[in-house]
């Protein structure tokens, strides 16, 4: 049994230490909102918090995430996390939304460092998550919008 | 994808399975229409109100209106796109709107430019058009009869507008919820108004915001890999590292040892793994023993492919095309132009890898999953365990992404999901998973092509002549949709976009080489137009350059028989601002592409970056859909074929080294990224034609816009793709 923390809540998961925490969140918790696209940490669709940094969960271990605060996207909360998701929502960035989760919980983190990013900005902080769609326009606008909101 | 090999728009002779006639009046007689909808019983059992026999739109006393969807939505909004056309028609308020999947049932939900349900071809809005104007018109003129009844005042006193129902002589009014429940006694009218497009007030707006954003920003949206059923256990597939390679022997001992493996059984495709989650499967996977037998397997590399293409190039192939004379005309022409294009294999990649759950019921099977065609899939899945295909219940999902990848006429992951099922003897649901290795290993890739092009000048610099040549596998061929969609040994999948290249030239030869591998290949958004745009617009380019003059007027002269085409040649040019001339350091090329029954245009802007590599810095594209019911939509759409034709153009290419493909995910098969994408600008054509689609039109010009101004910049003309091969980019 593994002692997992997970948007504030105490889990116990029966599976070894060695599997990532992405499939101990989606097959044995079902909070399905963290995606799986490549299991190599190269798509960011499993992107969660832990202890506030964002992290790929297919690249850590639940051996390595027990004992730590995991916050998926069904448990993002605060000023941040509603400016950003209403800002998506505003500018309808998604398409296919697979990659969204990672998307936002990526665009959450920058904002909550980073108050006011710049295109580069952005891009430097959003690399790491790939939508095939190619939403990236409006996801650069979507955390100007978001940015802008948090400040005003 | 699409299954017509030339897709038109829907002509009423087309649409006779609806016998649907539309009067200049705006008045349409529904006829039949009422007849086939009656079929669906399952919908007019679950709702208070049903505006069945349409099955479309369903209004409840919640006040709740539900628009039945029947394609397939992936990401190009379709869910929101149909929701507006009913919308329309009814006056509802949009918060009010709601949407759910139809179930997998012909005829009243098939693709009335296929005949089965499915999605492609940038198809959806198009064939839905009329049955969802019609529905939406219908379930107004119900709701308007009930209360007029109910009000003892004439219909025509009555109006409709933002979901309430008024009466404005006599003081009444009321929500669509309070009507609902009599106007479900109301007569289906033979016949109702439709809208003066004039007077719509969300198509062609932006007001129809999307009806999936908060779900898919919250995670609470639910996809195929989403869903979860009572002891469900999770499948993968070890599949023969060569295509066409079978099991020859199998050792399970290692791999059911591993924790959390329950089950390890043989399937068609290969061995199956089942575990308690699809990570410990994966683990299992890893240790099967297996002895492949490679027989009929594909054991070449790209190159010998290539140089094999090659061979068949040097003699003419099948005849696509014969206009005039083109052997003479070129023997007269007074400069020869050539040039030869190489097009690789490509991965679809969509974010959302292949998935399917399946398990039995009482009276069959039921399968959840985000799936292009679905009556396909329950005529497959059937077939694999022995039903008839109304004992298996589709359960459409959200589809994260597709590209073409979740349509194949075999149904495969729903045939290895069902294969899986049966060998297990159905004793518990079963999630299929493909992972990422598999997806970009597993085939069914963009084809592979070698394209041969000649044209000759006059001495004016007037193309006389134009030959064009096709080498690669044909889509089509081997499967159950050969009948219709190969003609003349001609797939038309291979040459649309050059067999009927737009530009007015006396002379034209078109010819293609069928090739044939184990390797299976699929279409990729924009199919055929995915290379025939590339050769064709980056060729015409040529031509321009050799005479001596500007692409955009040389191309307009030669279009002016295609007035839609020329009209977005000239408004992106205008956008870009063509007749400036670019920044110091700066270059533009131009391309334009009709497919799938829209007219696209865009002007790409490159620069030379510091590290001396080529960088975009805008592209403008001018796109003609017809009637654009959700314009923010066919702007996203555009921006999103840009940037997935991008990352394709740039560094994507599945090779093969003796049989085994060289890329395995996202390491190695690179998509493009944030920092790849440039700032994109979309300027649509104000039009009153019926709506064709977007899913695909933003696909073809980006290649040849971009290779174009790579030329104007550089002057090295770009024929082999990925440009990265080319140390470009």
Redesign the interface.
């Known amino acids: 049994m593994i002692e997992l923390t997970v948007n504030g809540q105490a889990h116990s998961v029966d599976?070894?230490p060695a599997?990532?925490l992405?499939?101990a969140l989606?097959?044995?918790l079902?909070?399905?909102?963290?995606?799986?696209?490549?299991?190599?940490g190269?798509?960011g669709?499993c992107t969660v918090h832990i202890d506030g940094t964002p992290t790929r969960s297919c690249q850590i271990t639940l051996g390595d995430a027990a004992g730590r605060q995991i916050v998926?996207?069904?448990g993002v909360s605060g000023k941040v996390a509603a400016a950003?998701?209403s800002a998506?929502?505003k500018l309808?960035?998604?398409?296919?939304?697979?990659?969204?989760?990672g998307q936002?919980m990526s665009a959450i983190a920058l904002l909550t460092g980073q108050p006011k990013p710049s295109d580069a900005d952005?891009?430097?902080a959003?690399?790491g998550?790939?939508?095939?769609?190619?939403?990236?326009?409006?996801?650069?606008a979507a955390i100007h919008t978001a940015a802008a909101n948090l400040r005003s | 994808m699409h299954i017509p090999t030339n897709f038109v728009p829907l002509t009423p002779s087309r649409r006779s399975f609806m016998k649907l006639m539309a009067a200049s009046t705006g008045v349409l007689a529904i006829g039949s229409l009422a007849h086939i909808a009656r079929a669906d019983g399952e919908a007019a059992a679950t709702a208070a109100f049903v505006t069945d026999p349409m099955a479309f739109v369903r209004i409840t006393p919640d006040n709740k209106v539900t628009v039945v969807i029947k394609h397939l939505d992936m990401g190009q909004g379709i869910a929101t796109g149909l929701a507006t056309i009913a919308a329309e028609e009814l006056d509802a308020d949009w918060n009010q709107i709601h949407i759910e999947f139809a179930p997998a049932q012909v005829p009243l939900y098939a693709n009335h430019a296929f005949g089965m349900q499915g999605t492609g071809g940038s198809s959806s809005v198009n064939n839905s058009w009329d049955e969802l104007r019609y529905s939406g018109a219908a379930a107004r003129a119900m709701l308007v009869a009930a209360a007029a009844a109910e009000w003892q005042v004439p219909a025509s006193d009555i109006s409709v507008a933002g979901g309430v129902v008024i009466a404005h002589k006599a003081k009444r009014r009321a929500s669509f919820g309070d009507l609902a429940a009599k106007a479900a006694q109301q007569p289906v009218p033979d016949s109702v108004h439709l809208k003066d497009p004039k007077h719509f007030t969300l198509i062609g707006t932006s007001r129809a915001r999307r009806v999936d954003s908060l779900g898919k920003t919250t995670g609470q949206a639910k996809f195929g890999l989403d869903i979860r059923r009572p002891n469900m256990v999770r499948a993968v597939i070890a599949r023969s590292p060569r295509f066409g390679g079978v099991v020859k022997s199998f050792d399970a001992t290692a791999a059911l040892a591993v924790a959390g493996v329950v089950e390890v059984v043989q399937v068609p495709t290969g061995i199956a793994v089942l575990a308690r989650d699809s990570w410990s499967a994966n683990q299992g996977r890893l240790q099967l023993k297996i002895l492949w037998d490679d027989a009929h397997a594909e054991q070449r590399s790209s190159q010998d492919i290539l140089a094999d293409y090659k061979s068949l190039a040097a003699g003419p192939g099948t005849s696509a095309k014969v206009k005039g004379d083109s052997a003479a005309a070129l023997a007269g022409a007074a400069k020869i132009i050539e040039a030869d294009y190489v097009f690789p294999y490509l991965a679809h990649a969509p974010m959302e890898p292949l998935n399917a759950v399946i398990e039995m019921t009482d009276g069959g099977a039921q399968i959840w999953a985000g799936s292009q065609f679905q009556t396909v899939d329950q005529a497959v899945a059937a077939a694999v365990l022995g039903l008839k295909p109304e004992q298996v219940k589709i359960n459409t999902q959200w589809a994260g992404g597709s590209f073409g990848r979740r349509a194949t006429p075999t149904s495969d992951y729903i045939a290895e999901a069902a294969s899986v099922l049966k060998a297990t003897g159905g004793r518990y649901p079963v999630q299929l998973l493909w992972t990422r290795e598999d997806d970009i290993t597993g085939g069914r890739y963009r084809p592979m092509y070698y394209h041969k092009m000649r044209a000759g000048l006059d001495a004016q610099g007037r193309v006389v002549a134009w030959q064009h040549r096709i080498v690669g596998q044909s889509i089509m061929a081997g499967t159950a949709f050969e009948s219709f969609a190969v003609k003349g040994g001609i797939d038309g999948t291979s040459v649309e976009g050059a067999a009927d290249q737009p530009y007015d030239i006396a002379n034209v030869t078109v010819d293609l080489h069928s090739t044939k591998s184990a390797l299976p290949v699929l279409w990729w958004r924009s199919v055929g137009h995915s290379h025939t745009a590339y050769a064709v617009e980056t060729f015409i380019d040529g031509l321009a350059q050799a005479a001596g003059q500007d692409p955009l007027v040389y191309r307009l002269a030669l279009l002016q028989g295609e007035p839609r085409l020329a009209a977005v040649l000239r408004l992106a040019a205008e956008r870009a601002g063509w007749d400036r001339k670019p920044a110091a350091g700066r270059a533009r090329g131009i391309a334009v592409a009709a497919s799938f029954g829209s007219f696209v245009a865009q002007v790409v802007e490159v620069s030379k970056g510091k590290d001396g590599k080529i960088k975009l810095d805008r592209v403008v594209c001018a796109v003609d859909c017809g009637i654009a019911v959700n314009p923010d939509q066919v702007v996203a759409q555009m921006e999103g074929g840009i940037g997935f034709a991008l990352g394709a153009v740039l560094r994507d290419q599945i090779t093969l080294t003796d049989g085994h493909v060289d890329q395995a995910n996202f390491d190695s098969y690179l998509p493009l990224r944030i920092s790849d994408m440039p700032k994109v600008e979309v300027h649509i054509v104000p039009s009153s034609a019926h709506p064709s689609g977007v899913g695909e039109p933003g696909v073809p010009p980006l290649g040849p816009a971009l290779a174009n101004a790579v030329f104007a910049l550089t002057g090295q003309r770009v024929t082999q793709l990925p440009m990265s091969t080319a140390n470009l980019i």
Do not use: H
């Not at chain 1, 909070?31 to 490549?38: H, I, Q, R, V």
């Not at chain 1, 309808?92 to 989760?101: E, F, P, R």
């Open positions: 599976a070894v599997m990532p992405l499939w989606r097959d044995y079902d909070l399905t909102g963290t995606k799986f696209g490549c299991g190599i190269a798509c669709a998926t996207i069904e950003v998701q998506w929502k309808d960035v998604v398409q296919c939304g697979y990659c969204q989760s936002v952005i891009d430097g959003m690399d998550n790939v939508c095939r769609c190619a939403t990236y326009q409006r996801i650069r």
